[in-house]
């Protein structure tokens, strides 16, 4: 049996941060055993989904490394959804309710004044075939419930029935059918609700394993009844902690500065922000993964804790900036060619391993080639002018190497007695234009001879 997972989105806003939870616990759990990674694009909901949306999923997930080996659209199935619903009525497990939004909230409430808990009473199984036609004479059209099987025989005589399940996150899991109401499955204007476009989708492609959201617990009893009412085996679940905000809030599509778009034009590495979404809330310290596998290979389903994981967007920058400064040379030669540093590969390589050190993201290069290739002149103190030109007499001849700042501010030195950062500021100033930076053995040798006497003169 092949492991197969799956991400379902709904294309009606952008990826944030937390949508990246469970779609990298997904593919990655795929990566440790070998298994298949579906994208389903859930856009049942046609006055929401926009195909903008979708193409953003997509290139959301393929910057954060996720590679779909399938993809497909809701949209696309609705006949297999119409067939599932016709098996269902079929087996009488399906049937028409005419309540009104209001009517099911006024008995709600009153089953709540009177103690009881809040669940469908089944009235609508009660109705003959000329009450039906009466409500619908008068113009209303039935919701669909699905008949969840906490009975007998007798639908108005339940009895507590237990759905468990081994949680591959929570463990041991159990759920009393009896506590819940028969669940809406098709709405009074036909669409679909989420539940049963899922399960159908999960039985028809294989999905062994479906990992998500905490906040789909609730859910789950409820759809192991469904693929068992549909002949099918429910495949294995595992419930992770949710990602909120720093004081305990849920994230949400519309918390426009989480989302993965905007974290990727603010120049973050995808693997900062993936390290932090699977490792926040798990036994691991957060630290930067080089990659996806050797992320897969830090964590596992078990190491989720029970408690919800806190995301502190401030966390992102340092743990980008940890990750940057290990990148080697290959990783953003495009890159860096594509900021107009250098010229040629050799030089980009010997710029970034003198630099990263001093970069939280790779775009932060490009002020540094500024530094080396057109500094700002910084006009020199009265008592340093002198100083300058001398330097320009005792520059070493080339090739520079490492060696050679050592040289020349050691000739320095002794000829003028200066040390510390009257030694060494002027030179850094006058040479780049800055107080601060990389280290300067690294950047005379990108700076060059002739570039360097025309700073200091």
Known sequence: MTVTVRFAPSPTGYLHIGNARPALMNWLFALREG???????????????????????????EWLGIVPHEVFRQSDRLAHYDAAVERLKAAGLLYPCYETADELERRRARARALGRPPVYDRAALRLSAEDRERLEAEGRTPHWRFLLPDHEGDPFSTRRTDVTWDDLCRGSQSVDLASLSDPVLIRADGSYLYTLPSIVDDIESGVTHVIRGEDHVANTAVQIAIFRALGATPPVFAHHNLLTTASGEGLSKRKGDLSLRSLREQGLEPMSVASLAVLTGTSHAVEPAESLGVLSAMVTLDDVSRSSAKFD???????NARLVHSLPPEAVDMRLKGMGIG??????????????ENCQKVADASAWWRAIAAPGRVAPADDDAAYLELAARLLPDEPFDEGSWSDWTGRLKAETGRKGRALFLPLRRALTGLDHGPDMKALLPLIGRRSSVARLS
Not at 38 to 49: G, K, P
Not at 313 to 319: V, W
């Open 313 to 319: 967007p401030d966390d992102l920058l340092p743990l």
């Open 35 to 61: 298994g298949r990674f579906i994208l389903r694009y859930d856009d049942t909901d046609l006055e929401r989904s926009r195909e903008a949306y979708a193409q953003a999923i997509g290139e959301d997930l």
């Open 343 to 356: 010229d040629g590969e050799t030089f980009r390589a010997a710029f970034w391993l003198a630099v990263r």
